[in-house]
């Protein structure tokens, strides 16, 4: 899995590559949690290039969106598809969150 | 499972579910399991040996054995078994839907996911032995 990240002003990108599972769910929720420490108070997390995602991986996005939530601000998320959108949308959690096609279109509406 | 299945038993911890999701693959290629249906048979995989390395066992001991055979074209018959304290997976509540963001549980999804994605599935406690059984790929869309 690979995680970069950008300041884009309103808020900040979070894009996850590659495989989210037991073994690195813990990266995403560190990363999540640097910029939630200096302030940041909406991640968009761009999950076009996620391959693969495991219940592990729900509980970190969970678990970022409720600190958000609780601090005013949010978790959206965009690019989701194949299993890990099937993963989202079987767990329901897909109803939990703000979920757009691109990065620019979450971005437009916060 | 006769005893033409293939077997592996390996350490319950967090760093066996990418040797056992090699193994199993293996198999799937050989039983012409759809490629697109390999990711769903690594999920349930590490849903339930993750269930089992975290708690089956007092932490860094106990092991857990993956079993399977072929089971038609494009199907395998799979058993995961452990020797940890009598559990039945299958009698987990499903997760509370009707939860909002900040009220929904973290954890409990795991077996929702394994039951979502396999064809069936049955659990059986043979002297000190739990035993997952159950036949991929699932039922599709």
């Not at chain 2, 055979?69 to 997760?95: H, M, R």
């Amino acid at each position: 899995m690979t995680i970069e990240t950008a300041d884009l002003g309103k808020a900040v990108l979070v894009k996850v590559a590659g495989r989210m599972d037991a073994e690195n769910a813990h990266e995403f929720e560190q990363a999540c949690e640097q910029w939630m420490t200096r302030g940041t108070k909406h991640l968009i997390a761009d999950l076009d290039g996620l391959q693969y995602v495991s219940s592990m991986g729900l509980r970190s996005f969970l678990s970022v969106a409720q600190k958000l939530q609780s601090n005013s601000g949010s978790l959206v998320l965009c690019g989701l598809h194949g299993l890990p959108r099937q993963v989202f949308e079987l767990t329901r959690l897909i109803g939990l969150f703000s979920v757009f096609d691109t990065s620019e279109q979450a971005l437009a509406t916060l | 499972m006769d005893s033409a299945a293939r077997r592996l038993n390996l350490p319950a911890r967090v760093e066996s579910v990418a040797v056992f999701r090699d193994f199993v693959r293996s198999g799937a290629a050989e039983a012409e399991v759809p490629a697109d249906e390999l990711e769903k048979l690594d999920l349930v995989l590490e849903e339930i040996l993750m269930n089992i390395a975290r708690y089956a066992y007092p932490p860094e001991t106990g092991s857990a054995e993956v079993a399977f055979a072929p089971d038609g074209p494009g199907k395998l018959q799979l058993e995961i078994s452990d020797w940890g304290n009598a559990f039945n997976p299958l009698d987990v509540e499903p997760p509370d839907f009707s939860r909002g963001l900040a009220e929904r549980p973290i954890g409990g999804l795991g077996v929702f996911l394994v039951r979502s994605l396999v064809s069936s599935i049955a659990y059986r406690r043979e002297g000190d032995r739990n035993i997952l059984s159950f036949g991929f790929p699932g039922p599709g869309e």
